[in-house]
Each structure stands twice: as C-alpha cells, then as structure tokens.
C-alpha cells in the first residue's frame, strides 16, 4: 500500500520560512508529477507548485518567487520551500503524487497526503 507522509508545518510570523516535507512509501515502482496544494478554511483546495519526474516546476502566481518546489527521486520525498510568508498563505497543505505501484498489483494512481497546518500570524 502506497501513502504519503507529510511534515514541516507550523506556527510562523509573516515574512518567515518553512519547509514542508512529503515522503511516499510503500511498494513503489515509479513516481511520476508530485505537487502541493492548499485549502484554506471556507475555500476550494487550490494547487500551489508542481514537479514533473524531470524537474520541471509550476507555480501558482500568488506563490512565485516566495515558494521553491524540489524532488529527491532517491528519497521518493517532494519538498516546499516557502519564504516571505504571508498571513493569506494559512492553509492545510497537502502533498500529491502520482505513482505506480507494485503490490497487491501493478496499478497506477494519484495519492494524497493527510495535509499539514501552516499558520502565518504575528
């Protein structure tokens, strides 16, 4: 059984950092798009950055230039960097991944992490 585990949330000042973490595990055979996402209370979960299986990265406008998305293939982990914080960017963020899996049988989908809280308040 494929999941994701994500960490590096928290309580932060505006115009501070953190880094969010994502590992997957499980019986994997390949990892293909890995990418984060937000939902704030009361609104749609929204996409935030995205990372192809060759580093190509996306990035939502209301995060570029603050964010940086990285993969460590070796680690089958998805990272989010986040500086110049701000109060707007409190959400639930979530880590998404598409995977083939090996067992119970080759199978392809898109997995979800159980979200981390990102609080940005003085």
């Known amino acids: 059984q494929v999941q994701l585990g994500e960490s590096g949330g928290g309580l932060v000042q505006p115009g501070g950092s953190l880094r969010l973490s994502c590992a997957a595990s499980?019986?994997?055979?390949?990892?293909?798009?890995m990418g984060w996402y937000r939902q704030a209370p009361g609104k749609q979960r929204e996409l935030v950055a995205t990372?192809?299986?060759?580093?190509?990265?996306t990035y939502a406008d209301s995060v570029k230039g603050r964010f940086t998305i990285s993969r460590d293939n070796t680690k089958n982990t998805v990272y989010l960097q986040m500086n110049s914080l701000k109060p707007e960017d409190t959400a639930v963020y979530y880590c998404?991944?598409?995977?083939?899996?090996?067992?119970?049988?080759?199978?392809?989908?898109?997995?979800w992490g159980q979200g981390t809280q990102v609080t940005v308040s003085s």
């Open positions: 998404n991944a598409d995977i083939v899996q090996l067992t119970p049988e080759v199978d392809f989908g898109s997995y």
């Open positions: 499980g019986s994997i055979f390949r990892i293909y798009g």
């Open positions: 990372i192809t299986s060759r580093g190509s990265t």
